[in-house]
């Protein structure tokens, strides 16, 4: 019931983009902060972006510049616009929901990157 879900992700050329969406159960309003994480086989999984505490955000050195992470807690929705794709962002991406009470992951969305 309070496992968010991630949608948007498919297949882009280099260059593209997507937007990825999180969709939690209940309220994000009062999270201590949200997260996009992603994996590539054989490879650790790494964050990507976070928003924490007053609304400041975060990103891994590889997609700054191209990445932004926003939230709508009207929507309970969480999203991830990726631009200029590049195929080593190919991955699984996870949404990630950490509440006060307990942290919540979501099942990942395949994002390929491929001419």
């Known amino acids: 019931q309070v496992r968010p879900v991630e949608s948007g992700g498919g297949l882009v050329q280099p260059g593209g983009s997507l937007r990825l969406s999180c969709s939690a159960p209940?309220?994000?309003?009062?999270?201590?902060?949200l997260g996009w994480y992603r994996q590539a086989p054989g490879k650790q999984r790494e964050l990507v972006a976070e928003?924490?505490?007053?609304?400041?955000?975060n990103y891994t050195d590889s997609v700054k510049g191209r990445f932004t992470i926003s939230r709508d807690n009207s929507k309970n929705t969480m999203y991830l616009q990726m631009n200029s794709l590049k195929p080593e962002d190919t991955a699984v991406y996870y949404c990630?929901?950490?509440?006060?009470?307990?942290?919540?992951w979501g099942q990942g969305t395949q994002v390929s990157v491929s001419s």
């Open positions: 990630y929901v950490n509440h006060y009470f307990g942290s919540y």
């Open positions: 209940g309220s994000i309003s009062g999270a201590k902060s």
């Open positions: 928003i924490i505490s007053g609304g400041i955000t």
